[in-house]
């Protein structure tokens, strides 16, 4: 049925001003959004309903806009077309369904699926309008060919096909993946195969929701801010959906001499998979590359001591939980070849399945499968034991989680039954990443220079890079095996165009890169270019090497230039190895050469989102977060100013706001504190809540670190428990302050 669009518009003025009034009344969203959203939305609105493009693009779009109206979904509609989804540093990421209800629609209909739609969403239009601009971009600037994946999204094999057929169209080569892949893996296939970008359809760790599109530059890494400009204002903002262009699969060109030989630039398509094809996958008689088993030799060649790790590896339990994403095949193989037998992988509730749906995170639509979580990892917790038994589970020495699109990594350990009345009487616990990437680098720094095993450096040759919000026992560990450090601000994109500065020789430490860089630590002369290590406190992790040989190719002994939780899993079950090897357990083996080391100690650290998952909703939760934050600038400018604050019992000593000039406008605040406001309990600074909001969703996050004092062997465990209450007791007392 044919739909009267001037009805449409007509109810949906209507319905959406006097939505907008009322909420405006009420003082739920303030006035410069009101009038953001007053000239936006409609106008926004009638175009995509008319514009025959889009209707060329998306025939069904109109219904699911129609729908939306009739049912009075004001909120939703203002959320949908008050603005364009941000191109934020490593691509965009939004709702693809409002609800679970239209997400259920967008699994049975696929792409053009009759939902909610808009500049604001992730769907079918968006991605076109934002891959001919990629597109566009990639043929004016002489790149020939990309790599295109997709996790286990809903539709993301449709979007990743429909995304395709634009890059087809410009003429450019491209490389398909035949089912779910791990993001790293995406990132190792473009400088392996010589491709000059790709593209991941992936919202990594978000709820189901959510799905997004994470583009990488020719290296494997991130876009870097001034090619991330470029390719957003000379060519995406200028696309319109007349420019939109498709090749269908069946047009693709082929070599006619040679059709089975993917080296050929006549052959335009190209699936990239495992050694032999995927039953039921029609492959259309093109070329299929194994660059699965590229990757996961590129791995095995990172492993320090391969002997000791195969001759313990049997003797250790481990459980493995995919968390329904891309990791499922890769990580248990790879622990297989290194002769842990004793893996259990979890598949109660599905758990094992490429599966968007996420049906192990049902108790709320807003639960994320992420690995690092607690909640997540309470879900593969039980779902193990109700699966194996709690026997199984007590004889486990680590389970290892990744997410769904095998970026990240999480590492829950068993704790020693004497400790277990500090943790709940668990026998296990989910470990931080800012504890595991400590333990992970102080494995590989104990190897030592010159040895014959994997490649390492030497430690006047080294530096590590993180974020500014990831733990200071990293520094510390580093200072003290000679080690340079590199602290950023927050995103592993950054992270790694740090590492790109120093392979360059620039001296980070020039004000000019106070945009990239937050901190160095005895970088000043020394011969420092080879990277050992990038982590982040979001349980990113990724070594890059040494300068490459040619500037698209991966760091001389490096990996990905972006996190890979496939890669940290495998490493960090060598430690696993390595402690059973010396009698003893991962935990335990944390205490020992880290905490109790005086050059290094115990930093409590600890992560509150607000909310608890999600996002506060629509242009009212916009209002919400920005008034928080406002409330937290007043209290770090108060304390600036001389006045006193106790959170807990423990006076703050000095307040800092970190702005990297990073969505400002989205907040109409030019001093939006995008890295965050941050509040120092003493002079060394190594104490210290962090406030820091998210850019592109209504939420942020608590932050914070604090150093035990006086650690003593017998009292550990509870000196332990006792900085982790109070770490948590600080995050409570400033919420109550702001919120």
């Given amino acids: 049925m044919a739909i009267d669009a001037d009805a449409v518009v007509r109810k949906a003025k209507a319905g959406i001003s006097g939505f907008l009034e009322e909420q405006f009344r009420r003082g739920l969203i303030d006035e410069g959004l009101y009038e953001q959203a007053r000239l936006n939305v409609l106008p926004n609105l009638r175009r995509w309903l008319t514009d025959p493009h889009i209707s060329r693009l998306s025939p069904r779009l109109g219904e699911g806009l129609r729908s939306a109206v009739e049912a009075a979904r004001w909120d939703e509609l203002v959320e949908a077309y008050v603005d364009e989804i941000k191109f934020g540093t490593a691509g965009i990421r939004g709702k693809a369904a409002m609800s679970d209800e239209e997400l259920l629609i967008l699994a049975r209909d696929g792409t053009d699926a009759p939902i909610l739609k808009g500049p604001n969403t992730l769907n079918n239009i968006v991605l076109l309008l934002k891959s001919a601009g990629v597109a566009k971009y990639a043929t004016a600037h002489g790149l020939r060919s990309i790599v295109i994946g997709y996790d286990s999204r809903v539709a993301g094999q449709d979007f990743a096909r429909l995304v395709s057929g634009v890059f087809l169209a410009e003429g450019l080569k491209v490389y398909l993946f035949d089912e779910a892949c791990p993001y790293p893996e995406m990132t190792f296939a473009i400088p392996t195969l010589g491709a000059d970008m790709g593209i991941l359809i992936s919202a990594s760790h978000n709820d189901r929701r959510y799905n997004g599109y994470k583009l990488s530059a020719g290296t494997g890494s991130q876009f870097s801010p001034r090619e991330r400009s470029v390719i957003y204002?000379?060519?995406?903002?200028?696309?319109?959906?007349?420019?939109?262009?498709?090749?269908?699969?069946?047009?693709?060109?082929?070599?006619?001499?040679?059709?089975?030989?993917?080296?050929?630039?006549?052959?335009?398509?190209?699936?990239?998979?495992?050694?032999?094809?995927?039953?039921?996958?029609?492959?259309?008689?093109?070329?299929?590359?194994?660059?699965?088993?590229?990757?996961?030799?590129?791995?095995?060649?990172?492993?320090?001591?391969v002997a000791m790790m195969k001759s313990w590896a049997p003797s250790i339990g481990i459980g493995y939980c995919a968390f329904h994403g891309a990791g499922r095949k890769a990580v248990p193989r790879l622990l297989s070849d290194f002769g842990f037998t004793r893996v259990d992988t979890v598949t109660r509730h599905r758990l094992n399945e490429l599966n968007g749906l996420f049906p192990a995170f049902q108790d709320h639509p807003e639960q994320q499968p992420d690995p690092g979580d607690p909640t997540a990892s309470d879900i593969a917790v039980d779902a193990f034991v109700e699966q194996y038994g709690a026997d199984a589970m007590e004889a486990l020495e680590l389970m290892i989680g990744t997410d769904p699109d095998a970026d990240r990594a999480g590492l829950v350990v068993k704790v020693p039954r004497a400790c277990r009345k500090y943790h709940d009487n668990r026998s296990h616990v989910l470990l931080s990443a800012d504890d595991a990437w400590s333990l992970l680098l102080w494995y590989r720094l104990s190897q030592g220079a010159g040895s014959t095993k994997a490649f390492h450096p030497r430690p006047e040759e080294s530096f590590i890079v993180l974020s500014h919000i990831t733990t200071d026992a990293l520094v510390?560990?580093?200072?003290?095996?000679?080690?340079?450090?590199?602290?950023?601000?927050?995103?592993?994109?950054?992270?790694?165009?740090?590492?790109?500065?120093?392979?360059?020789?620039?001296?980070?430490?020039?004000?000019?890169?106070?945009?990239?860089?937050?901190?160095?630590?005895?970088?000043?002369?020394?011969?420092?270019?080879?990277?050992?290590?990038?982590?982040?406190?979001?349980?990113?992790?990724?070594?890059?090497?040494?300068?490459?040989?040619?500037?698209?190719?991966?760091?001389?002994?490096?990996?990905?230039?972006?996190?890979?939780?496939?890669?940290?899993?495998?490493?960090?079950?060598?430690?696993?190895?390595?402690?059973?090897?010396?009698?003893?357990?991962?935990?335990?083996?944390?205490?020992?050469?880290?905490?109790?080391?005086?050059?290094?100690?115990?930093?409590?650290?600890?992560?509150?989102?607000?909310?608890?998952?999600?996002?506060?909703?629509?242009?009212?939760?916009?209002?919400?977060?920005?008034?928080?934050?406002?409330?937290?600038?007043?209290?770090?400018?108060?304390?600036?100013?001389?006045?006193?604050?106790?959170?807990?019992?423990?006076?703050?000593?000095?307040?800092?706001?970190?702005?990297?000039?990073?969505?400002?406008?989205?907040?109409?605040?030019?001093?939006?504190?995008?890295?965050?406001?941050?509040?120092?309990?003493?002079?060394?600074?190594?104490?210290?809540?962090?406030?820091?909001?998210?850019?592109?969703?209504?939420?942020?996050?608590?932050?914070?670190?604090?150093?035990?004092?006086?650690?003593?062997?017998?009292?550990?465990?509870?000196?332990?428990?006792?900085?982790?209450?109070?770490?948590?007791?600080?995050?409570?007392?400033?919420?109550?302050?702001?919120?």
């Fill in 233 to 305: 204002n000379d060519y995406i903002r200028k696309t319109t959906p007349a420019q939109v262009a498709l090749l269908g699969f069946d047009d693709a060109g082929v070599d006619p001499g040679h059709p089975e030989d993917p080296r050929r630039d006549g052959n335009r398509l190209v699936f990239l998979g495992g050694a032999a094809p995927l039953a039921g996958f029609d492959y259309l008689g093109r070329p299929l590359i194994d660059i699965h088993g590229m990757y996961q030799d590129q791995i095995r060649g990172f492993i320090s001591d």
């Fill in 476 to 739: 510390r560990l580093a200072r003290k095996h000679g080690v340079g450090v590199v602290k950023t601000w927050v995103g592993f994109g950054l992270i790694a165009n740090a590492v790109e500065r120093v392979w360059s020789g620039d001296d980070l430490s020039d004000p000019r890169f106070k945009d990239i860089v937050y901190q160095t630590v005895d970088m000043e002369g020394m011969p420092r270019r080879c990277n050992v290590g990038c982590l982040e406190q979001s349980n990113g992790f990724s070594i890059l090497g040494g300068p490459p040989a040619t500037a698209a190719a991966m760091g001389s002994n490096g990996h990905v230039r972006d996190k890979d939780g496939v890669f940290a899993a495998i490493l960090l079950a060598e430690v696993a190895a390595y402690a059973a090897s010396h009698g003893t357990t991962v935990y335990e083996l944390i205490d020992e050469q880290i905490y109790l080391d005086p050059d290094i100690g115990y930093f409590a650290t600890d992560v509150v989102p607000v909310p608890r998952w999600g996002e506060f909703k629509g242009l009212e939760g916009l209002t919400r977060k920005i008034g928080i934050l406002r409330r937290c600038a007043e209290l770090g400018q108060r304390v600036r100013d001389g006045e006193s604050l106790t959170l807990d019992g423990l006076p703050v000593r000095s307040s800092e706001t970190f702005v990297a000039g990073k969505y400002a406008d989205a907040h109409q605040w030019p001093g939006f504190p995008d890295e965050g406001i941050r509040f120092y309990f003493d002079e060394e600074r190594l104490n210290y809540l962090t406030v820091r909001p998210s850019g592109t969703s209504q939420c942020f996050r608590f932050h914070i670190q604090l150093k035990a004092e006086n650690l003593s062997r017998s009292g550990l465990a509870r000196q332990k428990y006792e900085t982790r209450m109070r770490a948590r007791r600080i995050i409570y007392a400033m919420r109550d302050l702001i919120m």
